[in-house]
């Protein structure tokens, strides 16, 4: 089965920095993505990660410990525009996207 | 970059009546879409696969005669939620693959049904 746990909620402030964690308990494992989705729309690509380390992008960056079954998303620099759901999801056995299990979300909201 | 249109935003209907949802890969062709619903707090559950020229595939527990899928085109899928209840109403998300071998998802803006 594919189990995907992420915090339901977080809060930080403008311009700080914060840590989204996400476990994961898969059949199979095909890399994990990071989904950003504001409230209403549809979810748009943050990041991709099939091997061990840190993937960096701009303000955003992504880790991955495939022996620990553990991803983290982290911003910097936060923005008031940040604030929306943040989705994990793995792709698990057979590699094709219709593998692909999504977390709840976790909820950043970001106070000025 | 890879756009994926998605029609109409928002939907409401009495129940009982039937409801189509478009999607459309505007830039790119997509043999495969994936339509996915989404709950409240919820994660997004992937209903079915269309494949374009083939039969759709549906996930457990999704009924196919309830959820009908039309993969007509290289560019258009449609989803039609025949004889809507108020269970139904949720946010309804197409997506396409591109990229990245086709793993990275490029989603469309959603349709929110609300069954009356």
């Known amino acids: 089965g594919q189990n995907i746990d992420q915090p339901t909620e977080m809060t930080a402030t403008e311009g700080a920095i914060v840590q989204i964690n996400c476990t994961y308990q898969t059949s199979g494992f095909n890399g994990l993505f990071w989904y950003q989705q504001h409230a209403g729309e549809a979810p748009t690509f943050l990041s991709y990660?099939?091997?061990?380390g840190l993937e960096e992008k701009g303000r955003f960056s992504s880790f991955l410990s495939r022996s620990k079954g553990y991803s983290y998303l982290l911003l910097k620099e936060l923005q008031m525009k940040d604030s929306a759901s943040y989705l994990c999801a793995v792709l698990g056995s057979g590699g094709g996207a219709d593998g692909l299990t999504f977390g709840k979300g976790t909820h950043l909201i970001i106070q000025p | 970059g890879a756009v994926v249109s998605q029609h109409p935003s928002r939907v409401i209907c009495k129940s009982g009546t039937s409801v189509k949802i478009e999607c459309r890969s505007l830039d790119f062709q997509a043999t495969t879409m994936f339509w996915y619903r989404q709950f409240p707090k919820q994660s997004l559950m992937l209903m079915a696969t269309?494949?374009?020229?083939?039969?759709?595939?549906?996930e457990q527990g999704v009924e196919k005669d309830k959820f009908l899928i039309n993969h007509a085109s290289l560019t258009l899928s449609t989803l039609t939620v025949t004889s809507a209840h108020p269970e139904d109403s949720s946010f309804y998300i197409c997506?396409?693959?591109?990229?990245?071998?086709?793993?990275?998802?490029?989603f469309g803006a959603g349709s929110r049904l609300t069954v009356l």
């Open positions: 269309s494949n374009e020229g083939s039969k759709a595939t549906y």
């Open positions: 990660n099939v091997l061990d």
């Open positions: 997506s396409a693959p591109r990229g990245r071998g086709a793993n990275v998802l490029t």
